[in-house]
C-alpha cells in the first residue's frame, strides 16, 4: 500500500485551519484523514523558523537603539548649546548693571 499524496491547494486548506482557524492538530487529523505527524511538518513548512523571528526582532531591536541613541546625541547637544547661552546671558546681565549702576551713581554725584 502505497502512501497517499496530496495536492498542495489541500496541504494549505489544512494548514490554514490549524494556524488562522486555530483547530487543534488532533481534529484536523480525524477529520482529514491525514496523518498528525504530516501535519505537524505542512505546519513547519510554512511557519517561519523560530530563529528567523528572533533574528528580525534583534535587527529592530538594534536599530531603535541607533536611533535612540542618535536622538540622545542631539538632545545632549542641545542642552549643552542652552547652558552655554542662560551662562552667556545671565554673565551679561550682571555685568550691565553692574554698568548701570556706576553710571546712574556717577550721573547723581
Not at 36 to 43: D, F
Not at 74 to 85: N, P
Request: glycine share 4%.
Amino acid at each position: 500500500m502505497s502512501t497517499p499524496r496530496f495536492t498542495p491547494e489541500f496541504k494549505d486548506e489544512a494548514v490554514r485551519q490549524i494556524v488562522e482557524r486555530g483547530y487543534p492538530v488532533s481534529e484536523v487529523s480525524e477529520r482529514l484523514g491525514v496523518s498528525a505527524h504530516s501535519l505537524y511538518k505542512w505546519v513547519k513548512a510554512v511557519r517561519p523558523d523560530k530563529s528567523q523571528e528572533q533574528a528580525a526582532e534583534l535587527i529592530a531591536a538594534k536599530s531603535e537603539i541607533l536611533k535612540l541613541r542618535s536622538q540622545l546625541r542631539r538632545v545632549e547637544e542641545e542642552r549643552d548649546i542652552l547652558k552655554k547661552a542662560a551662562r552667556y546671558l545671565c554673565w551679561g546681565a550682571s555685568s550691565r548693571s553692574t554698568d548701570l549702576l556706576t553710571i546712574i551713581g556717577t550721573n547723581m554725584a
